[in-house]
Nanobody, 123 residues
């Protein structure tokens, strides 16, 4: 099990950028596949992006390709989500998640979740 804490959310104007961070506890962070999701009010949680254990492999939902970039730093036990060209429809609570199987795509079951960080994009 790994504990996850997201940070970096906030209020940004449309067209701006934010970088979210997710700090993980434990010495086995590098054995987890990691992902970012988001949930807007009244909507289901949606997969955004995933990254492999080493960071060399990534997987993105089509609607964020070209705007969002996921990465990780295993030395810092942290996974990041760089978000550019933000739109008001990107407003949501953003969550990071971990998979003990090491998988990191849309179909993976993620067993550990952070508490989320709010991102609000104003028009």
């Amino acid at each position: 099990q790994v504990q996850l804490v997201e940070s970096g959310g906030g209020l940004v104007q449309a067209g701006g950028s934010l970088r979210l961070s997710c700090a993980a506890s434990g010495r086995t962070f590098s054995s987890y596949g990691m992902a970012w999701f988001r949930q807007a009010p009244g909507q289901e949680r949606r997969f955004l992006a995933g990254v492999s254990r080493s960071g060399s492999g990534t997987y993105y939902a089509d609607f964020v390709k070209g705007r969002f970039t996921i990465s990780r730093d295993n030395a810092k036990n942290t996974v990041y989500l760089q978000m550019n060209s933000l739109k008001p429809e990107d407003t949501a609570v953003y969550y990071c998640a971990a998979s003990g199987t090491g998988h990191y795509d849309y179909f993976t079951t993620y067993g550990d979740w952070g508490q989320g960080t709010q991102v609000t994009v104003s028009s």
